[in-house]
């Protein structure tokens, strides 16, 4: 069995740590503040196909020097990623997986740059959580994970070994884990739409299913989708021919009046 450190308790730090503790492995779920608190006093609460059950994963506010840990996952905000690298610090001449989970582009690389030693996988969670009230709810599509490194350590015997091996203990947790030799499409991808969405449908006071009846916010959803497909290209990450169209589509299923 592996030993894991999950860097953040929110609802898929907290999911990733039930499933792998279930599955025998050696996990520490790193919380601060009330969470840690209530962690400690009640452990994860999950609500998952209607069930409620409650998970006695062993939490700590820091974590432990002495006993490095074989496979780390960042799975904070994107804003707070550095205090979250700063907590693996005394870790940095240990040598293990990393892998990132949140949205955008940029998390693969600060955590690389952060800890040179680590094997950095860039991660994309498919399915829905949320943190309410303590609980943590994880509804509609199974949990599935797509995970890789970044190009520039796509070449990397170690990563690809490290890639292997982590994604097995995640499948046999019951995290569905499919790998990419480069991550960086599907991280572009994804944050193609929610970039876009979440900039332009606040922008209008739009609920984002209104977004693509509004002349305006459209045209400027639009707009913006096409300038990151640009940018993606000019960093030569390729996205799909139709991928503006299959995110306009996806949005335009929840059209409000």
């Not at 509804?139 to 091996?165: E, H």
């Amino acid at each position: 069995m592996s030993r894991f450190v999950i860097i953040g308790a929110g609802a898929i730090g907290s999911f990733l740590s039930t499933r792998l503790h279930n599955a025998g492995h050696e996990v520490l779920l790193i919380a601060r503040g009330a969470r840690l608190e209530a962690l400690r006093n009640m452990g994860v609460l999950l609500s998952e196909g209607g069930a409620e059950r409650q998970v006695r994963v062993p939490v700590s506010a820091a974590c432990d020097p002495v006993t490095p840990p074989d496979h780390a996952s960042l799975a904070t905000k994107t804003f707070q990623i550095e205090s979250a690298l700063a907590l693996l610090e005394p870790l940095r001449g240990s040598r293990f997986t990393l892998l990132t989970v949140q949205n955008g582009v940029e998390a693969p690389g600060i955590a690389q740059a952060a800890l040179p030693r680590a094997v950095v996988l860039g991660a994309r969670m498919h399915g829905f959580f949320e943190l309410e009230d303590g609980i943590v709810r994880h509804t509609g599509v199974p949990a599935t994970l797509l995970a890789g490194p970044v190009a520039d350590r796509a070449t990397d015997p170690a990563a690809g070994q490290a890639s292997a091996i982590l994604a097995g203990d995640l499948i046999a947790a019951g995290v569905p884990t499919t790998l990419t030799g480069d991550m960086r499409p599907a991280l572009w991808d994804k944050f193609l739409m929610a970039a876009t969405i979440g900039a332009v449908a606040p922008a209008f006071g739009l609920k984002v299913g209104q977004v693509l009846v509004h002349p305006q916010a459209s045209a400027l959803l639009r707009e913006a989708m096409a300038k990151v497909e640009r940018i993606a290209a000019a960093l030569g990450i390729e996205l799909p021919p139709a991928c503006i169209e299959e995110k306009l589509e996806f949005i335009g299923r929840d059209v409000l009046p």
